[in-house]
T-cell receptor
Framework: EAQVTQNPRYLITVTGKKLTVTCSQN?????MSWYRQDPGLGLRQIYY???????DKGDVPEGYKVSRKEKRNFPLILESPSPNQTSLYFC????????????FGPGTRLTVL | DAKTTQPNSMESNEEEPVHLPCNHS???????IHWYRQLPSQGPEYVIH???SNVNNRMASLAIAEDRKSSTLILHRATLRDAAVYYC??????????FGTGTRLTVIP
């Protein structure tokens, strides 16, 4: 089944403790992206990747890192999480870019205490 | 500004057509209009997209105004499973998508 998977689905952590949220797609897509969703703000893009080893900032990149060493994986790294990063995170992928249909993962709900 | 304007919420009776409006008055000639929807507790799901002409697919129809400053997503027969938040998005480049806050559609049995 073609899908985007994220792990973990739920995470509660404390301020400053490094964490990684994994994202993987099995559709051989070139484009991958991370979004966060907050009440009243909709979805905002954090980082995106047009292909392996090519990443760039979205609208709200502060406090996040990403890497794209393999085509299928695009992990989101929070080196020193803070409470304002408490949010619902979505990973997405598409064949080539945002002009194409994006497939979204199920989401990761992160709480930083 | 790549933002679009949508009503916060709409209601529809089950099995009736639904017309979800979107205003994108500052759209440029190469910008696409995409629609996604988000069902409760799920990630967004692609619905349809278009550039100038009206578009149809198995999920919905997209009617784009002649001046392209507005568009309407049409669900021909609303079902309870169509209850979701619908996002109208102006795609201005190959790299990012700005979702906005969308329209919450309630379907009344």
């Amino acid at each position: 089944e073609a899908q985007v998977t994220q792990n973990p689905r739920y995470l509660i952590t404390v301020t400053g403790k490094k964490l990684t949220v994994t994202c993987s797609q099995n559709m051989n897509h070139e484009y991958m992206s991370w979004y966060r969703q907050d009440p009243g703000l909709g979805l905002r893009q954090i980082y995106y990747s047009m292909n392996v080893e090519v990443t760039d900032k979205g609208d709200v990149p502060e406090g996040y890192k990403v890497s794209r060493k393999e085509k299928r994986n695009f992990p989101l790294i929070l080196e020193s999480p803070s409470p304002n990063q408490t949010s619902l995170y979505f990973c997405a992928s598409s064949v080539r870019d945002t002009y194409n249909e994006q497939f979204f993962g199920p989401g990761t709900r992160l709480t930083v205490l | 500004d790549a933002k679009t304007t949508q009503p916060n919420s709409m209601e529809s009776n089950e099995e009736e057509p639904v017309h979800l409006p979107c205003n994108h008055s500052t759209i440029s000639g190469t910008d696409y209009i995409h629609w996604y929807r988000q069902l409760p507790s799920q990630g967004p799901e692609y619905v349809i997209h278009g550039l100038t002409s009206n578009v149809n697919n198995r999920m919905a129809s997209l009617a784009i105004a002649e001046d392209r400053k507005s568009s309407t997503l049409i669900l021909h027969r609303a079902t309870l499973r169509d209850a979701a938040v619908y996002y109208c998005i102006r795609v201005t480049g190959a790299n990012n998508l700005f979702f906005g806050t969308g329209t919450r559609l309630t379907v009344i049995p």
